[in-house]
């Protein structure tokens, strides 16, 4: 039985706006879904629903096996939340706010106590554990936000965008502790607004657009489905194009070159060609300018099924030769 | 520079208009306090001492627009502390148009609104049952005063913003306010104070500047209260305005 | 309530008194402004108590037991925009994601401000005694602060339905004015034959005037079970009616 099961989910504003418009989605246990889709697409508004602050009106969920509508005190119980904002008490310190949160949920703060230092100690925060949390950086807040979800050790982790504006070494470190909850088996819920980060983590990818999603799957199988990597490649003076081309037609399919870009071919292989193909232009006597592997991206997806881009994504994923 | 003062001024008075939370405060705190302190005090006329009024309402009326135009006064700072934390003071700075007029512009704009604020409450009297009994010199005398007064605390307001440049501060300094306002002889007369208030409020320049407003509603106008509550008044205006101007170059100064 | 439950209360209200005992300064505003009003009040309408119907009583005695109540209004109120900070900051959903009963956290939020009250009471109380307000007996002295400490959660629920309504901070003058209005709108300055009709009228039907009068009673006289029992049961009714306010509110908040 999925751990997430969301059914025809629906939530229309009071003021009119339907904010989701009937999702279905299964998240098995144990796996990393990624939510993907930019800003005001219906992703906070689907988490909220999921973790019990609001109430759809329409539709069914169930997390860990019980209804988010009318059993929402079963669902807090199994779930672990860290929201967009990160809301902490800035008066207090890491450590009491690991043991405000045990105690919210049940756990005598005593108990947790080990959990608490190895979860604080696991974010890479335990210098800091005895300040207050008005003292943190914004990287170190997220961090600790994630411990306080872990400590009554949920079933499922609900993540809200949880890179959004953060320094790389945050990143990182978030990135690294879900890795780790897949390998102890925790169902992660994830959204995201980061190509990057979907493709990092996820085991599967729901692309919400205004409130529908609109594709689905592994990021592998998602990107299968838009295409093959190419290579562009961009030669140092004006050579002869025609006979460039001939010999790239050995490698693959050529498509329409992108502006700036001499010629552009198809793949299969991705990079394990880059170097047969600089062998074979430089025995023909062409200077290569530049040639970079492009792979598709859940961009090109998102692009391809609802004609707009993701923000922040509109270079494509490049790796430079 | 006048069409610069007055572009300033229609600017900041469409600010005030389209934000009720920062209108509202004007009108309701001062009703609130007018209600309580009538309805609890209103025997109070019989004490001796009390000068001779119709009624409390009569008498409260001018402590209550007092306390209207400070309100209004801590109102503009915070308008021009937020104008400042949002950046577009500077852009104003930045802009060639005179020092001067980017403090008149709100200023100009306080005092039409002390206009208002005048009217009002003399409306709400009438409408209430007090009189005022100075008639129609009467009540220019008051609006005089008050848009004067009006101008000054503005200028007081304007002046902490510029210094203290986030609004939180010039909100903080709300309660203090209230507090130099209630040791005058805004809400009670002066020879029924007791102590501290009764030594308090001879110094206290809102004490004249309140009897300047309240005589022309509760007798028919009398030179001294008058000209002492202008005095008050302009007193205010000038040295505010002048700190205000001081503080802008001060900011100035730094940027 | 069970012992998880009861855990969360303490840890909420345990947390609540972090802001008085973890910002040095912060708290000093709300402790001492009913001190200053009592202080205030007397200073400026001292006088009023040589009108026949106080009695024997003086202004100061009489006006204590407001600022008791004042400082219920001013804690309740606070709590309320307390709660609408954690809203906008989402710290509260934090505290609706806990599997414990929604009902326990209303429950925390709300008793720690009948705590947090007892600090500028007891200021207060130590300047009344030490300016030569009479001591109220220790049956009194007791059930002016139950009384004082059910007003302010009564407040607080007032306050915290306005919260989860509104959602911001800038329904802050909101819960203030109607506390200060629940408080002044009795025979806060007076005794009821004094009052103008009109709020001798209002305070008849406002429940706050026989809490008052069970605060004030051990100040004016002796506690009689004829003054206690009114007030038990206005603070009750308004508890109950706050109360369920409060829960609606916390009920449409995620729907």
């Known amino acids: ?321 | 520079m006048t069409r610069v003062v007055l572009a300033l001024t229609r600017r900041s008075l469409r600010g005030s208009l389209r934000r009720p939370q920062f209108l509202a405060p004007l009108v309701i705190f001062p009703m609130l306090f007018l209600a309580v302190n009538v309805g609890g005090l209103t025997e109070t006329t019989s004490l001796e001492g009390f000068p001779a009024v119709r009624g409390f309402l009569d008498f409260q009326l001018a402590g209550a627009l007092t306390q209207s135009l400070l309100i209004s006064g801590v109102t503009t700072g915070i308008a021009s502390a937020l104008e400042i934390e949002g950046g577009f003071f500077d852009r104003l700075v930045a802009s060639p148009i005179p020092r001067v007029a980017i403090v008149l512009g709100r200023l100009v704009a306080t005092g039409l609104l002390a206009g208002v604020q005048v009217l009002f409450f003399l409306g709400l009297g009438l409408l209430f049952g007090a009189e005022i009994v100075g008639g129609v010199p009467g009540v220019l005398v008051v609006l005089a005063i008050g848009v004067l007064a009006g101008i000054g605390f503005g200028a007081i307001g304007q002046a902490i913003a510029l210094r203290a440049r986030n609004a939180s501060t010039v909100q903080g300094i709300f309660p203090l306010v209230l507090v130099v306002l209630f040791v005058s002889s805004a809400f009670f007369p002066r020879a029924l104070l007791s102590a501290p208030a009764d030594s308090i409020a001879r110094f206290n320049p809102l004490s004249y500047l309140a009897d300047g407003l309240r005589d022309p509603i509760i007798s028919t106008v009398s030179l001294a209260p008058v000209l002492e509550g202008f005095a008050a008044a302009a007193g205010i205006a000038a040295v505010a305005m002048a700190l205000s101007v001081l503080a802008l170059r001060g900011r100035l100064r730094e940027a | 309530m069970s012992r998880m439950q009861l855990a969360v209360v303490a840890a909420l209200v345990r947390r609540a008194l972090n802001e008085i005992t973890r910002v040095p300064g912060a708290a000093i505003p709300g402790v001492l402004a009913p001190t200053i009003f009592v202080v205030g009040l007397t200073s400026v309408f001292g006088q009023v108590d040589r009108l026949a119907g106080f009695g024997e009583v003086d202004f100061r005695t009489f006006v204590v037991p407001v600022g008791f109540l004042q400082a219920a209004g001013f804690t309740g109120a606070a709590t309320g925009v307390n709660l609408a900070r954690d809203i906008e900051r989402g710290w509260f959903d934090r505290l609706l994601l806990c599997p414990a009963p929604r009902l326990t956290v209303l429950t925390g939020v709300v008793a720690s401000a009948g705590l947090r009250c007892l600090l500028p009471v007891a200021f207060l109380f130590a300047v009344a005694l030490a300016t030569g307000v009479p001591f109220p007996g220790v049956d009194g002295l007791l059930v002016a602060l139950l009384l004082v400490m059910g007003l302010a959660s009564t407040l607080a629920c007032f306050a915290v339905t306005l919260a989860l309504r509104f959602r911001t901070q800038q329904a802050a003058p909101l819960m203030q004015m109607g506390a200060f209005a629940g408080v002044l709108f009795t025979p806060a300055y007076a005794p009821e034959e004094l009052l103008a009709g009109w709020l001798e009228a209002i305070a008849t039907v406002n429940p706050v005037t026989h809490v008052l009068a069970g605060v004030r009673q051990g100040f004016v006289g002796e506690v009689t079970w004829g003054d206690t029992w009114p007030a038990g049961l206005a603070l009750a009714g308004m508890a109950v009616a706050f109360g369920a306010f409060a829960a609606r509110g916390l009920r449409r908040y995620s729907s």
């Open chain 1, 1 to 321: 039985m999925a751990t997430i099961d969301v059914r025809g989910l629906e939530r229309e504003y009071k003021s009119g706006l339907k904010a989701v418009r009937g999702i279905d989605l299964a998240v098995a246990p144990g796996e990393v879904y990624g939510f993907l889709g930019p800003n005001g697409a219906g992703k906070t508004t689907t988490v909220r629903m999921l973790v019990t602050l609001l109430r759809p009106t329409g539709g069914s969920a169930t997390v860990a096996g019980f209804d988010v509508s009318t059993e929402p005190a079963q669902v807090r119980k199994r779930i672990g939340v860290a929201l967009q904002e990160a809301a902490l008490d800035l008066l207090m310190t890491g450590r009491e706010l690991m043991e405000l949160q045990a105690t919210l949920h049940g756990l005598a703060a005593r108990s947790v106590r080990g959990r608490a230092d190895d979860l604080i100690g696991r974010v890479g925060l335990s210098q800091a554990a005895d300040r207050r949390v008005a003292t943190y950086s914004g990287g170190m807040r997220r961090r600790l936000d994630l411990a306080m979800a872990l400590v009554h050790e949920p079933e499922v982790l609900f993540l809200d965008e949880p890179t959004t504006g953060l320094d790389p070494t945050s990143r990182a470190t978030l990135w690294d502790e879900v890795r780790r909850l897949r390998a102890d088996g925790t169902t992660v819920f994830l959204t995201t607004q980061y190509l990057e980060e979907a493709d990092q983590l996820a085991d599967r990818v729901g692309i919400i657009a205004d409130g529908l999603i609109v594709a689905e799957g592994t990021p592998a199988a998602l990107k299968a489905e838009i295409g093959l990597p190419h290579l562009d490649v961009t030669f140092m003076e004006c050579p002869d194009l025609g006979h460039a081309r001939d010999l790239l037609l050995a490698f693959g399919k050529l498509r329409p070159a992108p502006d700036g870009v001499d010629v552009s071919v198809a793949v299969a292989a991705g990079a394990a060609e880059i170097a047969p193909v600089v062998r074979v232009l430089d025995e023909a006597g062409f200077t290569v300018a530049a040639l970079e592997l492009v792979e598709p991206s859940l961009d090109d997806v998102f692009a391809e099924k609802t004609g707009r881009h993701l923000e922040g994504a509109a270079q494509p994923a490049a790796t430079p030769a």
